[in-house]
């Protein structure tokens, strides 16, 4: 670890244990359209104890940036818990460990106003998303396992091609949603 990653794992540590909301300015755009890129987020730490639950939007510590991405799905993995996350705009999902959490998203500001993330609606609304990538990624999984043991390394153009599409217009919907707001 270099000294510019152990300053900045003092920092996070220190504030998390003072508490308080920290607000961060968002780069890149892979939670479009409900967080771009000319937003500000404000992150809260977790309290003790405390774990995040499907559809929260959550920011994590990778050695060289930060990320905030939607959990949809937990594991545990030798005693450590994991999370599963993905962009809202994206396929990829990736699975990281509670130890790179650095916070809950529990704020958006942007420039029409502030999107509290802890009001009833909007934490419905995320609840449902998360909920809504997870059945989907599973789905895929599922279906991609069940290919691969009915069909083999055969492939059927037409169907594949069918379910690409399908999928695509699928993780295009959460994206509806964050547009009417």
């Not at 958006?108 to 989907?136: A, E, M, P």
């Not at 594949?160 to 949603?177: C, D, E, H, M, V």
Request: include cysteine; proline fraction near 2%; charge should be positive.
């Amino acid at each position: 670890m270099n000294d510019f990653e152990h300053i900045k794992n003092q920092y996070i540590d220190f504030w998390k244990v003072s508490g308080g909301e920290k607000v961060f300015k968002t780069k890149g755009t892979s939670m479009l359209p409900l967080i771009r890129e000319s937003c500000s987020i404000g992150v809260e730490p977790l309290a003790q104890g405390e774990e995040l639950k499907i559809g929260d939007i959550a920011l994590f510590n990778r050695s060289a940036c930060f990320i905030a991405h939607r959990i949809i799905g937990k594991v545990r993995k030798e005693n450590t818990l994991c999370y599963t996350e993905k962009g809202d705009r994206g396929l990829s999902v990736t699975t990281i460990s509670s130890d790179h959490v650095v916070g809950k998203v529990v704020r958006i500001y942007t420039d029409r106003g502030t999107i509290n993330l802890k009001g009833h609606v909007w934490s419905t609304v995320n609840r449902v998303v998360g909920y809504y990538w997870q059945f989907l990624v599973g789905s895929s999984d599922l279906v991609l396992r069940l290919k691969k043991r009915l069909l083999g390394s055969r492939t059927l153009p037409l169907i594949g091609n069918a379910y690409s599409r399908l999928y695509s217009f699928l993780s295009k919907l959460p994206t509806l949603i964050f547009r009417l707001k």
